[in-house]
């Protein structure tokens, strides 16, 4: 059984490693580095990392899972989908919990489209010919009518 628990500082390499971006990125290294020590990274897996997310508050001051990354040998086993219902659960229900993709992840849009969320809107420009989709869950509290 897969569990979810907060990453700690002997997990860096292990999440560099499943990381491609992060294998040869020296920013997404230190912003891996910054949500283990900020305490906004959570992991996946019985042992060695097989997926890690960072949920954090840079976007307006609300909740935002700013990274979901699973290690190409765990995917479609649902350490995605773990990983995000733990976000739902620590967020308070009044609180909308926001999240982005690449319009050409479509297993990613598949999943928030499962859990709850909805599509809010769009940034171009960010990676070149592949808008970033903007992805919203109201508040367990309340809903748009």
Request: glycine share 6%; net charge neutral; charged share 20%.
């Amino acid at each position: 059984m897969v569990s979810v628990r907060p990453a700690a500082t002997d997990d860096l390499a292990a999440l560099i490693t499943l990381d491609a971006i992060a294998a040869r990125d020296a920013v997404k290294r230190a912003d891996i580095a910054d949500w283990i020590a900020q305490g906004q990274c959570h992991v996946a897996g019985d042992g060695t990392p097989v997926g890690y997310l960072a949920l954090t508050r840079s976007f307006f001051r609300s909740p935002f899972i700013e990274m979901l990354q699973v290690a190409t040998s765990a995917r479609r086993q649902g350490i995605g989908r773990l990983l995000i219902e733990h976000c739902i659960a620590l967020t308070a229900p009044s609180e909308k919990l926001w999240t982005s993709t690449n319009q050409s992840n479509t297993p990613m849009q598949a999943l928030l489209a499962q859990l709850g969320f909805v599509r809010a809107g769009v940034f171009e420009h960010l990676d070149p010919g592949d808008p970033e989709l903007i992805y919203l869950r109201w508040p367990r509290a309340r809903a748009p009518a």
